[in-house]
């Protein structure tokens, strides 16, 4: 037994068959887009983070880098050829 949504879901789904038949193209024209949020991380370049040692002196330890506090959220609009526009949102 399918329910109301249920059935909605499948008529729609039906629709966009019926139109990618009618119209093989028209999936090149769809963008579509995705939302994640995402951590910022404070990264140092490998020049940055390099430091000059003599030969008989130990390896330094390096801190560990973790991700900040800090989190954005990251939009991303797409087509079938890839990315067509990204944002990112506090």
């Avoid at 059935?7 to 939302?35: C, F, H, M, W, Y």
Wanted: aromatic share 12%.
């Amino acid at each position: 037994m399918l329910y109301i949504a249920d059935r909605q879901s499948v008529n729609i789904a039906q629709k966009l068959l019926d139109s990618v038949r009618d119209d093989p193209n028209l999936l090149q024209r769809v963008i579509t887009g995705n939302e994640s949020w995402i951590f910022g991380y404070d990264v140092e370049t490998k020049a940055q983070s390099s430091q000059w040692k003599l030969p008989h002196e130990p390896r330094l330890k390096k801190a560990r880098q973790f991700r900040s506090s800090v989190k954005v959220m990251l939009t991303v609009f797409f087509d079938c050829r890839g990315v067509v526009h990204y944002e990112f949102l506090p």
